[in-house]
Nanobody
């Protein structure tokens, strides 16, 4: 059984930094992509970032590019999202997601492409 557990969320002032972690257990061998999505109250879930764990390719939403960095430790099955320059509009519940090998690169932006999800961690950016 696959479990994704996020941690690292919290309250931070604008301009601050946070590092989110996603610890995965039970991932199938076919897993290739892990991603981060977020959902703010009253808004749809949106793609934030993804990593191709085999090729090492990184993907970012335009809204977070140059501020967020995704990286992983394949040996530990952990993926991180380092967030700098946080803005109030970054406030949301952040979810970790993983696929079972069926994602193609053109579909990594869609939450429907992922098979496994964590429970989420709250990030609040406020003074």
């Amino acid at each position: 059984q696959v479990h994704l557990v996020e941690s690292g969320g919290g309250l931070v002032q604008p301009g601050g930094s946070l590092r989110l972690s996603c610890a995965a257990t039970g991932l199938p061998f076919s897993n290739r992509f892990m991603g981060w999505f977020r959902q703010a109250p009253g808004k749809e879930r949106e793609f934030v970032s993804a990593i191709d764990r085999r090729a090492g390719s990184l993907y970012y939403a335009d809204s977070v590019k140059d501020r967020f960095t995704i990286f992983g430790d394949n040996a530990k099955n952990v993926v991180y999202l380092q967030m700098h320059g946080l803005k109030p509009e970054d406030s949301a519940v952040y979810y970790c997601a993983a696929d079972n090998g069926r994602i193609i690169v053109s579909s990594i932006w869609s939450g429907a492409s992922y098979d496994y999800w964590g429970q989420g961690t709250q990030v609040t950016v406020s003074s």
